[in-house]
Structure formats: structure tokens, C-alpha cells
């Protein structure tokens, strides 16, 4: 029964434990001593799963180093399954107490045994269903993550080139230069310029490609200095690659297929009827990339990472992160796409 409920543990509800008189069940109970006194019993001897097991067992165990270590184990066992990493601590360390056992031991074998489920590809909570790089409950990292790279091709490993962000940075420099210069009338914004508005909202966002990044610096620094930058001072600059990139971004007439879009994710159809469309359009998506890009180098650490604690550690940052990416997919999808 212990066993069983471990796996209530798992969906993250809160498991209390209440003792009837030998002889009694809580139906007989109840009507031994009334339904007031049933309720009174039941507030003051329920108990916490974890707690009570680990009572159970210890007493059991008695002065057997042997058995003891395992009910320790066992214990960090049904620990380690609880989603919530809040109570999990709290549990930890009020088993520390009553285990006797330093509080950092626990917490470490505790990081063990998440980090053996996840090499195993078996979560702690419910897995979904299976596909190429399917991600894991909670936004943990994927089923599959240990796998080698030959065995599965799913859409993180079709994204993994050196310089898959390049059009999507271009996408931003391109729309500085068409639309820098207009004002933003869109959620009630006053007297900004939509240049401006881009680079304050890109002022998290690192430029990899060096063109793109020279643009961006300097566009950047006018506005610092109280210039608003057009288009011409980049077409006709002193850097020939600026000039280059600049010209073919201003000439561009993207009169292109939707299988673009599809392909690249940049936004260009009808841009100039909803510029707030096409303006967000450029700054999230290129977000959504820098922040795809960062989950797959945490995907990667994990693999070589040997030390469980640390392992641990760039799981919840994964988790944090994936947060972040669901919050701008939905973004997207909801105010970008309509």
C-alpha cells in the first residue's frame, strides 16, 4: 500500500495518513464516536504520507545500519517524486530530523535519483505521448535527450546550425530600415518612433551576426544620442558590408510565397496594413530563437554533465526557460498570427 501511494505522490496531490482504533475502519469509527468526534480525530492524527512512512519503517528497522540506509533511500524515494520542488524541500528537511541524516545527504541523493530518471526517460510525473524530441512534463528536458544524435531527428536538431538566427536578425535590421522612421500607433504608445521602440525591446537580444550587430550598435547609439537614424546613412556607409547588407534589405520588393513564412518564420504579408503585427512579429520571433537556441546548449550540458547536483541545476534552469519560450509561442500565436 506504501508503494501505492507513491504514485499518488507523483500527480502532486497532498497524501495525509490517519490511524483508526485497532478493530475499526472509518466507517465503524464514525459510528462509534459520532460524526463530531470523527472530524475532531481525523484533524488530530492525520499525518503526512512521507512522515508517517518513514516512521513506519524506521521502527521497523530498529538499530540495522543495513535496513536503515535502505529505508533512507526508500524515503528520498517517494521524495523524489513529488513535482513540487518547494515541498520536496520542506519534506527533506524535516527527514533529516527524524532520519538523522544531514540534510545535504538527502538533497544529494535526492538529485541522484532525479537525474537516473531522466537518463532513463522516465519522469516523475506522467509522461505524454511519445514522439522526436517530445517535451517532457512540466517542461523538463525530452524523453529522448540521452539518446544519440543519429537516433532521432526531431525539430531541436533541425534547428541546430551556427548561424540560424542570421535571418531573423536580418529581419530586424530590414525593418529598422523601412519602418524606423514612422511613428507607433498601436496599445495607446505616444510620441515614440517605431526604430526606437524596436531597439528598446531588443535591449535583452545579443546580435551574433557581425553585419547585423555593427547595424544594430550604431542605430543603437544615434538614438542614445538623440538621433533618429534613416535608412540612407546605412546604404551609404563608409563599411562596405553594411552598405551591402543595407542595400539588399531596402531593395528587397518581399513580395514572397507563404512557404517563406513557413520556412523562416519572419512576417511579411501585408506588413504595412498591421505594422504592430509585423513590427512584434520581427522582435519575438527572433526572441523565440535566441531562447530555442539557448534550451538546446542546456540540453547539451546536461548530457555531459557527470555530477548530479549540477545536473539538477540545469534541469529547473531548462524548466525556467522552457516557461519562457511556451510564453512567447503563445504570444505569437494569439496576438501575431490573428
Not at 520542488?85 to 535526492?110: H, M, N, P, T, Y
Not at 496599445?187 to 526604430?195: A, L, Q, R, T, V
Not at 514572397?256 to 513557413?262: H, T
Amino acid at each position: 500500500s506504501l508503494r501505492g501511494l507513491d504514485m499518488i505522490l507523483e500527480e502532486g496531490l497532498n497524501v495525509k495518513v490517519v490511524l483508526f482504533p485497532d478493530g475499526h475502519d472509518p466507517d465503524s469509527y464514525m459510528h462509534h464516536v459520532g460524526s463530531g468526534e470523527f472530524k475532531k480525530y481525523i484533524e488530530n492524527t492525520r499525518k503526512d504520507f512521507i512522515l508517517y512512512k518513514a516512521d513506519i519503517l524506521l521502527k521497523e528497522a530498529g538499530t540495522d545500519p543495513i535496513k536503515r540506509a535502505g529505508i533512507i533511500r526508500d524515503i528520498v524515494e517517494s521524495i523524489s517524486k513529488i513535482p513540487d520542488d518547494i515541498k520536496a524541500a520542506l519534506f527533506v528537511r524535516e527527514c533529516s530530523g527524524l532520519l538523522q541524516v544531514e540534510e545535504r545527504i538527502l538533497l544529494s541523493e535526492l538529485n541522484k535519483m532525479r537525474a537516473a530518471r531522466f537518463k532513463k526517460g522516465v519522469k516523475s510525473t506522467p509522461s505524454s505521448t511519445s514522439s522526436n524530441y517530445q517535451t517532457a512534463p512540466q517542461d523538463g528536458p525530452p524523453d529522448n535527450l540521452f539518446e544519440h544524435p543519429s537516433d532521432s531527428q526531431g525539430t531541436l536538431a533541425a534547428d541546430n546550425s551556427p548561424d540560424n538566427d542570421a535571418l531573423q536578425e536580418q529581419e530586424i535590421v530590414r525593418l529598422l530600415l523601412a519602418f524606423g522612421h514612422e511613428l507607433v500607433n498601436w496599445d495607446k504608445i505616444d510620441n515614440m518612433y517605431i526604430g526606437s521602440f524596436i531597439i528598446q525591446n531588443l535591449s535583452d537580444v545579443t546580435f551574433e551576426d557581425a553585419i547585423c550587430k555593427r547595424i544594430i550598435d550604431t542605430y543603437r547609439e544615434e538614438i542614445e544620442n538623440g538621433h533618429l537614424p534613416v535608412a540612407n546613412q546605412f546604404i551609404k556607409n563608409e563599411d562596405r558590408q553594411i552598405a551591402d547588407l543595407a542595400i539588399t534589405l531596402s531593395t528587397s520588393p518581399y513580395s514572397l510565397s507563404e512557404n517563406w513564412y513557413n520556412k523562416h518564420q519572419i512576417y511579411v504579408r501585408d506588413e504595412t496594413v498591421n505594422l504592430k503585427a509585423t513590427i512584434l512579429g520581427g522582435i519575438f520571433h527572433l526572441k523565440k530563437r535566441k531562447v530555442d537556441r539557448m534550451l538546446l546548449n542546456i540540453l547539451q550540458e546536461i548530457k555531459v554533465e557527470n555530477d548530479a547536483v549540477n545536473q539538477e541545476i540545469l534541469m529547473q534552469r531548462y524548466s525556467f526557460i522552457k516557461g519562457v519560450e511556451k510564453e512567447i509561442s503563445k504570444f505569437l500565436g494569439s496576438v501575431i498570427l490573428k
